[in-house]
């Protein structure tokens, strides 16, 4: 099992681009989860997916949506990206949202100049 | 609001030197209390979940308890290859149910 992939693994976008980022789990789960890292404060959820066909906004929403393409896939896309949207990206998923542990990929750093 | 404090915020130990990191937590009903070590440029890596004041679990060097207001892990031995950074989450059993994560403890051990 290659657990949780994300696209791309870097990517530098200019003020007001648009980007999509790739996340994908094969551990047949149900939840999707998006979080940026930034120094020094953690990491803070941006969206979720309780299970296809659902997402809610987690602590950091603006600027982002997302997409629960299937069971599989969950898409966060930038429509026009900001200075302050330079950080590391990370999906990652669980079996249910209840007492149940994530697991995170290897993140997408991404940089906007 | 749920609120998650590390510290230290680094811990430089020599090969061997048995230490504690700390996660001081506030939470409306905790569901539970994750840590997970995180190498550079990596994503987070699951390490234990404790549920419930008491509980304790164990991995190799690594053993993890918890209380009403911390969780510490405590690193038995250290060796160069757990140097990491190290996360502390909590999950409050509100309707959210998101992770709220600490800032880490940055640790290096030296040979």
């Known amino acids: 099992n290659a657990g949780v992939t994300q696209t791309p693994k870097f990517q530098v976008l200019k003020t007001g681009q648009s980007m999509t980022l790739q996340c994908a789990q094969d551990m047949n789960h149900n939840s999707m989860y998006w979080y940026r890292q930034d120094p020094g404060m953690g990491l803070r959820l941006i969206y979720y997916?309780?299970?296809?066909?659902?997402?809610d906004k987690g602590e950091v929403p603006n600027g982002y949506n997302v997409s629960r393409l299937n069971k599989r896939e969950f898409s966060l896309r930038l429509e026009s990206a900001a200075p302050s949207q330079t950080s590391v990206y990370f999906c990652?998923?669980?079996?249910?949202?209840?007492?149940?542990?994530?697991?995170f990929g290897p993140g997408t750093r991404l940089t906007v100049l | 609001e749920d609120q998650v404090t590390q510290s230290p915020e680094a811990l430089r130990l020599q090969e061997g030197e048995s230490s504690s990191l700390n996660c001081s937590y506030t939470?409306?009903?905790?569901?539970?209390l994750f840590w997970y070590r995180q190498d550079p440029g990596k994503g987070p890596e699951f390490l234990f979940t404790l549920y419930s004041a008491g509980e304790e679990k164990e991995k190799e060097r690594l053993k993890a308890t918890l209380t009403k207001k911390e969780s510490f892990l405590h690193i038995t031995a250290p060796k160069p290859e757990d140097s990491a950074t190290y996360l502390c989450?909590?999950?409050?059993?509100?309707?959210?149910?998101?992770?709220?994560f600490g800032s880490g403890t940055q640790l290096t051990v030296l040979p």
């Open positions: 990652a998923s669980s079996r249910d949202r209840a007492k149940d542990t994530q697991y």
């Open positions: 989450a909590v999950q409050a059993s509100g309707s959210a149910r998101q992770l709220t």
């Open positions: 997916s309780a299970s296809e066909g659902t997402t």
């Open positions: 939470v409306s009903g905790l569901r539970g």
